[in-house]
């Protein structure tokens, strides 16, 4: 089994309150677990109103197959997200057996 992490930073400018940031974590949140069926969850950072920090997991069989995946998930992130991206980190765990 592969296991793939994404952690993606980003910086709310402008954002003035911890509920203004989990109307944009939801959202973000939502949209890649309907898109890419992985899972997401905030991770570092809850009590700052203008930093967040996304981990995305997802698993397969094959390395290609996760790499794949986190790519194209961050490509959308990219794409849609109203906040700036300031760090992407990517790490793959396998149970080489």
């Given at each position: 089994m592969i296991i793939?992490?994404?952690?993606?930073?980003?910086?709310?400018?402008?954002?003035?309150?911890?509920?203004?940031?989990r109307r944009v974590a939801?959202?973000?949140?939502?949209?890649l677990r309907n898109t890419f069926n992985v899972?997401?969850?905030?991770?570092?950072?809850m009590d700052i109103h203008?930093?967040?920090v996304l981990g995305i997991v997802t698993?397969?069989?094959?390395?290609?197959?996760?790499?794949?995946?986190l790519g194209k998930a961050l490509a959308m992130v990219e794409a849609i997200a109203p906040v700036?991206?300031?760090?992407?980190?990517t790490e793959i765990f396998s149970d080489s057996e």
């Open positions: 793939g992490v994404l952690t993606l930073e980003f910086r709310l400018h402008g954002n003035r309150s911890l509920k203004e940031k939801q959202s973000l949140k939502q949209k899972a997401v969850a905030e991770v570092e950072a203008d930093r967040l698993a397969a069989n094959r390395t290609d197959k996760v790499e794949s995946r700036e991206l300031t760090r992407c980190d």
